[in-house]
């Protein structure tokens, strides 16, 4: 395997933009990457689109058609809240196989206009019902797992609370967030419960965003850039085969498969980290992945 670097990248500011569809979002974001990246369309080999909601659209063809189309290979990722690292892994192993010298990572989702659970119905068939007491839609999965880590290690729900505190401070920072407004945990504790014990504010919105990275060879690389970032491992994993509480199942295992598998593979452990940005879809999710 040859090593990968990334070589531009760009995030658009999440928010709701009715008057823009997916993929002028995909586009927008691309054309910033490539310029971040010092090279054009014509220098991309291979891009992997990820998208969920209209993952049946071919987004990656259609973001080729509106920024140039050069008739390289599109692949179309979907995969639930991994579809975005799904679609740079896909990026990355193409040049780190060698296949390609460079690729093209893009991510885009326009929840705004669809509801919470997307158009089309269907929702309630979200997850599994196996192991889980009565819902299979998200807010119910994640509020039923927070009650578990409740009911096995005493944790209260003000100290879930403060997780969203911490993430919506660092929200204000951020001048790509959707909203950037410090939330006291008051606010947060007295908000809508949405499903015990999340509450409003301890549930990420939706919303619309989009971001895209350029992957080059080492070889490659070195005519764009002279602070190449290397990318040390990308991993994926699914749920292991598992006995199934029948009250509730361990949905952090796959997690923890994972980050185990990246830490092996870039040789390094936890401690050698400087920044980890987790997924926080719930303010329970995030205790759930430490």
Not at 161 to 167: D, L, P, R
Request: with cysteine; hydrophobic share 40%.
């Amino acid at each position: 395997m040859r090593d990968v670097a990334v070589v531009g990248v760009h995030m658009l500011k999440f928010g709701r933009y009715p008057d823009k569809d997916v993929v002028q979002l995909a586009s927008e974001t691309t054309i910033a990457a490539l310029k971040d990246a010092g090279c054009s369309i014509n220098d991309i080999e291979l891009v992997a689109s990820g998208n969920l909601y209209q993952s049946n659209a071919m987004i990656g063809q259609r973001v080729m058609k509106e920024i140039g189309a050069t008739g390289i290979p599109v692949i179309n990722v979907a995969n639930a809240c991994a579809t975005g690292s799904t679609a740079f892994r896909e990026a990355y192993y193409s040049v780190a196989s060698g296949a390609y010298d460079t690729a093209l990572a893009v991510g885009s989702e326009q929840m705004g206009k669809m509801g919470l659970l997307g158009a089309g119905g269907g929702g309630d068939r979200a997850y599994s019902t196996e192991g889980i007491m009565g819902t299979g839609l998200m807010p119910g999965v994640f509020g039923q797992a927070g009650v578990e880590h409740m009911r096995k290690y005493g944790t209260t729900q003000e100290q879930i609370a403060k997780i969203a505190v911490k993430n919506h401070e660092h929200g204000v920072l951020n001048p790509n967030a959707q909203y950037r407004k410090e939330t006291p945990l008051e606010d947060v504790l007295n908000a809508r419960v949405i499903a015990w014990p999340n509450t409003l504010y301890m549930c990420c919105p939706t919303g619309d965003g989009a971001s895209a990275a350029v992957l080059m060879s080492a070889e490659k690389a070195k005519k764009y850039t002279s602070k190449p970032v290397w990318v040390a491992a990308s991993i994926l994993t699914s749920d292991p085969y598992q006995e199934r509480n029948p009250t509730m199942f361990d949905i952090n295992t796959v997690t923890r498969n994972a980050a185990k598998q990246a830490y092996d593979t870039a040789g390094i452990g936890p401690e050698d980290l400087d920044m980890v940005e987790l997924h926080d879809c719930f303010a329970t999710a995030e205790l759930l992945h430490y």
